[in-house]
């Protein structure tokens, strides 16, 4: 009972007992009486044992107890019951699973830029939000299709990419609104570990749904949805996540979060998603000559560019995830690391120190590059 | 000597080149590498998974330190990975499954009133494969790194391409070798069950460990290919080129899955039913009433053993297979769950109205009914699938799994190894240092295994090696790591024990705890012949029924003492003639791990190597005869293999029958 006041009480960001949305609320309704009878079939158990242990220990008179072998109609009955039980359980385990399997009926949500809005404020039509989730080695991409880009196995035949709408590390969605996912995982061709096709995931934010795995080859899908009611200052909620399925050296520190904010602030995120960085030009570099000189290093001796993408700019690397929009986000390495200027310059000093095994293996940079490249970043707004 | 004479002529038809003599020492080193005597080899089994329990507790320690507090540095992760996935291939592998042979190689003969099992070398060879296989395993900590995909080996993960060292190899070849030396003891076993009972133990008269350790045997037989398969399979991938798992060459990742998870769910069952079976022994007689409902806990026992092959899928609930075989799944598994629970009831049927005796055999056996029961009822939620969707691949999925593997198994285990300690080793353990093992280690399981659950169900997914501080979960995994060291604690008891019996323990009486079961009737510890005449069997518990009639209102009435019953030589001095200890099993043996190292570092020659000396092995060992001529120098052997020995007075109702001949391969 102690145990299950605490776990109540507790404060935990991947509380599945404290649900967020209609999908894990739905779990939590069906888990709850079948966890209480549970826990009254244990008492059962374990009073009879203790009642057998007092009533029925060996004392002086009762050395001879009467030698019963079975009683068939207590067998029966007590085989018929649980039978029931279980049937009834069944019955709602059935129900769920079609209901988690269920393609959610509406339109796929698209994105109205200001310029063709009514409210001149960009804004969203349609609703369900349909997101890519794709795992890598230790990092999650999130493709929004039809408002960006996808990655090549979503494109039907002949399908052109759009703009880059691709992220990592955080995925934002419009609270009220069915999330459908479309889950996957991969490795890219350049990855320093060779050509593979990558390893199983399995994504989970607790608080929103249950789990689904990511598996190479395969696309598996998973409903998830905000509750509204919860945003009640305009301040967007973060839920975080975390890589289930063990997939290597860094498995724990696979994470993400889940930014779930009001359709208004959702809308405006895509908006700034679309604007296309400019490259620096050598006009920057007067005005701010750090940021132009990490602008230098991360497309030429950093190596940088050959792993990470920073749309409009000559940076177009697949490997890594895409920092366009990088100040736009809260958390960075696998959302381990909150992003600031100290957590980039310990990353940047040694990924592998964050990361076990991480696939970005770059050289020893000087503190004074560290400097450069922590300004140009910080220009990703 | 004429008699000698006329001896059966051995098996083979020429005397083949002997460069060896034949041993025949029963005692040191030698007798016990050249063994093939069930009882020896049980005690074999037992101390060796013993000490893999001790590595593997080891391996629970190292992660519970490194998990105590958040972003813990006591493992690296390059470590840790290596650490969980050897203490759970240990566990399961080197620990339970072993120990449960120990039982089986011991009791199984005992009980069904045998001089041996059916194939006493191919027995030993087992064994030998299993260390042979346990030290291959762990030799690979010193050669570049032990294991590190886990227990579960999930492809592509322990592909070529992310995985590329040596620690998958290792395991691959690891577990083949002892796949061998597990399946043909299961052969073994159901031949040794089906031929080699005494006259009158029809099955439904057998003893219930020995009914559950035919189902587990059988489990055995047919899982262990399918883990065979799966293990050629992503050999072949990770050195042969093929693509079974690489979904960018037309293979598939859930393949793995699916044979794996076939495999793995009858070796639950594998793990479990011998300590349901042993409890069935000990309850019984440790509440003086008879198994309630033995029929039906027969027939449970197969019924798991059967339905356990239909639920495997239920831990993939969360690959996305599809609605319709999620649903077949969930409900098979919600189904197994009525035979597992009507065990429990069986089992309470059986104490109550009984006189319980609480040695601590029992309290170990009280211990399995409660803990097993909340490791089943934390499954019946798995099978609920939307919840399982949040439990799976969580450490709520590693609290249930303690809890019928520790809770379960490994209690069950510690009861079968308070009850048969004086029949195998003829001394009693203490019984207040053993109530103080037990008391330890129950509060310190459920300590260290019981807030697993609230982790679980707080989000904190399993097989990482740390987490961070802001997650609200640093107070129960710190409260778990102190049940882990109380566990330890408990273990340290116990070794204490065994210490001061072996040093200072009495000998054991005959039938010290009034059993119901034939192997009590020969005396403690069990001599090297089994019986001196095979019982006739009547009744199901033929023991009891010889020394107990019940009246009409079901209560006991005495009819003999046991002393009556004990067998013992007329002449102590006595020579009888055994089947012959072997070299062969041991050097066919030695020949796998070198042909497994060979394949691990692709040094063919160090396999042709291995092959030979496996093939030497065999090809001696097939013209060895099973068992060699009478010794002249006893002139009592001088029948040969059916000279009757004489039982010491009191005379007793036993009929008397030639001894059962075994049938060695």
């Known amino acids: ?381 | 000597m004429t008699a000698v004479e006329a001896v059966r002529p051995t098996s083979a038809p020429a005397t083949p080149p002997r460069f060896l003599k034949r041993p025949k020492a029963t005692d040191g080193v030698v007798g016990w590498l050249t063994t093939i005597d069930h009882k020896k080899i049980g005690i074999l089994y037992g101390v060796t998974s013993f000490i893999f329990f001790l590595v593997g507790g080891f391996e629970a320690l190292l992660i519970r330190l490194q998990l105590a507090q958040p972003n813990g540095n006591i493992l690296t992760a390059q470590v840790y990975n290596q650490v969980f996935t050897m203490h759970g291939t240990t566990m399961v592998f080197l620990v339970i499954m072993p120990m449960s042979a120990a039982f089986f190689n011991y009791l199984i003969p005992l009980q069904i009133g045998a001089g041996d099992v059916a194939f006493p070398r191919l027995n030993a060879f087992s064994y030998w494969l299993y260390l042979l296989g346990g030290a291959f395993l762990y030799s690979s900590f010193l050669l570049g790194g032990a294991p590190n995909g886990g227990w579960f080996g999930y492809a592509p993960n322990t592909s070529i391409t992310y995985s590329p060292g040596h620690n998958i190899d290792f395991w691959i070849f690891g577990l083949l070798i002892l796949g061998i030396g597990s399946t043909a003891s299961a052969a073994n076993l159901i031949v040794t069950i089906i031929n080699m009972r005494a006259p009158g133990m029809r099955l439904l008269r057998m003893p219930i460990f020995t009914w559950m350790a035919l189902v587990a045997n059988f489990l055995l037989l047919f899982a262990m290919p399918v883990i065979t398969v799966a293990l050629f399979l992503i050999m072949f991938d990770r050195q042969w080129g093929t693509h079974f798992f690489d979904p960018l060459a037309g293979g598939d990742p859930v393949l793995w899955q699916q044979l794996f998870w076939l495999f793995g769910h009858p070796e639950v069952y594998i793990l479990v039913l011998p300590a349901m079976g042993i409890v069935s022994e000990v309850i019984p007689v440790f509440s003086r009433k008879p198994l309630f409902g033995y029929p039906v806990m027969v027939f449970s026992g197969v019924a798991i053993g059967f339905m356990g092959w239909g639920v495997w899928v239920h831990h993939m609930f969360a690959v996305g297979l599809g609605p319709v075989a999620t649903s077949a799944f969930s409900v098979s598994t919600m189904l197994i769950a009525v035979p597992t629970g009507v065990k429990i009831f069986n089992w309470l049927g059986t104490m109550w109205g009984g006189s319980i005796r609480f040695k601590t055999s029992m309290h170990f056996a009280m211990g399995f009914v409660v803990m097993f029961t909340i490791g089943g009822l934390s499954g019946v939620t798995h099978a609920l699938v939307p919840a399982d969707r949040q439990q799976t691949d969580s450490y709520y999925v590693v609290a249930h799994f303690h809890y019928v593997l520790f809770g379960g198994s490994i209690l069950g285990i510690f009861s079968g190894i308070y009850y048969w300690y004086p029949k195998v080793f003829g001394k009693m353990l203490d019984e207040k240092l053993g109530k103080w093992h037990f008391w330890v280690t129950l509060i310190g399981f459920n300590v260290a295994f019981g807030p697993m659950h609230i982790l679980g169900l707080q989000g904190m997914p399993r097989r990482i090696y740390t987490y961070s501080a802001s997650m609200g979960w640093n107070f129960w995994n710190f409260v778990s790591t102190i049940g882990a060291f109380t566990i330890a604690a408990g273990t340290l008891i116990f070794i204490y024990n065994v210490r001061k019996t072996d040093r200072h323990g009495a000998p054991a009486p005959d039938d010290p705890w009034d059993a119901r079961t034939i192997e009590w009737i020969t005396p403690n510890p069990t001599p090297e012949y089994n019986f001196i005449e095979t019982p006739q069997i009547s009744h199901q518990d033929e023991f009891w029924h010889l020394k107990y009639a019940e009246d009409d209102d079901g209560r006991l009435v005495k009819i003999g003492e046991s002393p009556d019953f004990i067998q013992r030589r007329a002449r102590p001095d006595e020579h009888i003639h055994m089947p012959s200890p072997s070299y062969w099993p041991l050097v066919a043996a030695f020949g796998l791990p070198v042909i497994g190292y060979g394949q691990v570092y692709r040094l063919w020659g160090i396999s042709i190597v291995g092959l030979i000396i496996l093939l030497s092995g065999i090809y001696a060992w097939g013209l060895e005869p099973s068992t060699e001529p009478p010794d002249p120098e006893y002139p009592e052997e001088a029948g040969g293999d059916h000279a009757q020995h004489e039982l010491a007075e009191p005379e007793t109702q036993l009929e008397l029958t030639p001894a059962a001949e075994t049938t060695d391969g």
Request: include cysteine; charged fraction near 15%; proline fraction near 7%.
């Open chain 1, 1 to 381: 009972m102690a145990l299950a006041a605490t776990a109540c009480a507790s404060n935990a960001p991947q509380d599945t007992l404290k649900p967020k949305g209609p999908e894990s609320r739905y779990i939590d309704h069906l888990f709850f009486p079948v966890f209480w009878i549970a826990v009254v079939v244990f008492f059962f158990v374990a009073s009879a044992v203790l009642y057998c242990a007092v009533r029925f220990r060996a004392r002086p008179g009762n050395e001879n107890p009467r030698q019963v072998h079975g009683n068939t109609k207590l067998e029966v009955t007590w085989t018929i019951i649980p039978f029931l039980l279980l049937v009834g359980v069944g019955t709602a385990s059935v129900i769920g699973i079609f209901h988690l399997y269920k393609d959610p009926p509406g339109q796929r949500i698209s994105f109205v830029p200001a310029s063709a809005s009514a409210t001149g404020e960009p804004a969203m039509v349609g609703k369900v939000l349909e997101v890519h989730v794709i795992g890598h080695r230790w990092w999650w991409e999130f493709d929004y299709p039809g408002l960006g880009t996808m990655q090549d196995q979503f494109l039907s035949p002949g399908e052109q990419p759009g703009t880059a709408l691709v992220t990592a590390g955080e995925l934002h969605i419009p609270v009220g609104y069915m999330v459908r996912l479309d889950v996957t995982s991969n490795e890219p061709a350049k990855s320093p570990e060779g050509v593979g096709p990558g390893v199983i995931h399995n994504f989970w934010v607790p608080s929103l749904a249950g789990k689904i795995y990511a598996i190479p080859g395969h696309i598996t899908h998973l409903n998830l949805e905000a509750d509204s009611k919860l945003i009640t200052d305009g301040h967007p909620i973060t839920y975080s996540g975390q890589c289930s399925e063990f997939c290597g050296l860094s498995h724990a520190n696979m994470r993400f979060k889940v930014v779930a904010e009001s359709p208004a602030d959702f809308a405006a995120w895509v908006a700034n998603q679309q604007t296309v960085q400019s490259p620096m030009t050598t006009a920057d570099a007067l005005t701010s000559p750090l940021a132009y000189a990490g602008y230098t290093l991360f497309n030429g001796s950093g190596g940088c560019s050959t792993c990470h993408t920073i749309q409009g700019t000559s940076a177009q690397g697949q490997v890594g995830p895409n920092l366009t929009h990088l100040q736009a986000r809260g958390v960075f390495a696998g959302a381990v690391l909150a992003l600031n200027n100290n957590n980039l310059r310990i990353w940047l000093r040694d990924p592998q120190a964050v990361k076990p095994g991480a696939n970005m293996r770059i050289r020893k940079l000087s503190e004074r590059e560290i400097t450069e490249l922590i300004a140009y970043l910080d220009t990703l707004k």
